[in-house]
């Protein structure tokens, strides 16, 4: 038994809603983007749809983003679900695309993930300690335009009150 299991806390994959009074990690929405789309590549590369998005030069988040914003159908086809559920709500999105409040429900801690090795053990006590396994690997600059779009996908995230801005 994991000291997190110990303690009664119990992790939620993407495919369920979380019960109330949860506590939420909460990631930088453009950052997590990133993230996403290179863990796709990097993991999922080998699936069809994705080759197709590489050979056709959308290889960084920034391209990713750009095709999004001006309906390119490779990327809306990598984009759009056709699987995924959050709890009984499917969203139009897979979950890695999927805004983070999707997964809130009156949560009672947010926590950003920036400080989740500082914030969780403040709530659990200093046994609890969680590794640090999703990080966004190398650098990545957005256009203003592939920003303006982010920050429009993901408003409710930053206006929640977790702005990274």
Same mark, same amino acid.
Request: charged share 20%; aromatic share 14%.
């Given at each position: 038994?994991? =000291?997190?299991?110990?303690?009664? #806390?119990?992790?939620?994959?993407?495919?369920?809603a979380?019960?109330?009074?949860?506590?939420?990690?909460y990631?930088?929405p453009l950052d997590r983007?990133?993230? =996403?789309f290179r863990h796709a590549v990097?993991y999922?590369?080998?699936?069809?749809?994705?080759?197709a998005?590489v050979r056709?030069?959308i290889?960084t988040?920034?391209?990713f983003?750009?095709?999004?914003?001006?309906?390119?159908p490779?990327a809306?086809?990598?984009?759009r679900?056709? &699987?995924?559920?959050?709890g009984?709500?499917?969203p139009?999105m897979?979950?890695?695309?999927?805004p983070?409040?999707?997964?809130?429900?009156?949560?009672?801690? #947010? #926590?950003r993930?920036e400080n &989740?090795?500082t914030? &969780?053990?403040?709530?659990?006590g200093?046994h &609890? #300690?969680l590794p640090?396994?999703?990080a966004t690997?190398g650098?990545?600059r957005y256009?203003?335009?592939?920003v303006?779009f982010l920050?429009?996908?993901?408003?409710?995230?930053?206006?929640?009150?977790?702005t990274?801005?």
């Amino acid at each position: 038994m994991s =000291a997190l299991e110990a303690e009664g #806390v119990r992790c939620y994959g993407h495919s369920e809603a979380p019960p109330t009074r949860s506590v939420i990690v909460y990631r930088d929405p453009l950052d997590r983007f990133a993230s =996403a789309f290179r863990h796709a590549v990097k993991y999922f590369g080998a699936n069809t749809r994705l080759k197709a998005i590489v050979r056709a030069g959308i290889t960084t988040p920034n391209d990713f983003a750009e095709a999004l914003l001006y309906r390119d159908p490779l990327a809306l086809s990598e984009y759009r679900n056709d &699987i995924h559920t959050i709890g009984s709500f499917k969203p139009e999105m897979r979950w890695p695309w999927c805004p983070q409040y999707y997964w809130w429900n009156v949560p009672r801690h #947010v #926590v950003r993930f920036e400080n &989740i090795n500082t914030e &969780i053990p403040r709530l659990f006590g200093d046994h &609890i #300690v969680l590794p640090h396994l999703n990080a966004t690997e190398g650098s990545y600059r957005y256009s203003s335009k592939a920003v303006e779009f982010l920050t429009t996908l993901y408003e409710k995230d930053i206006v929640n009150g977790l702005t990274w801005f």
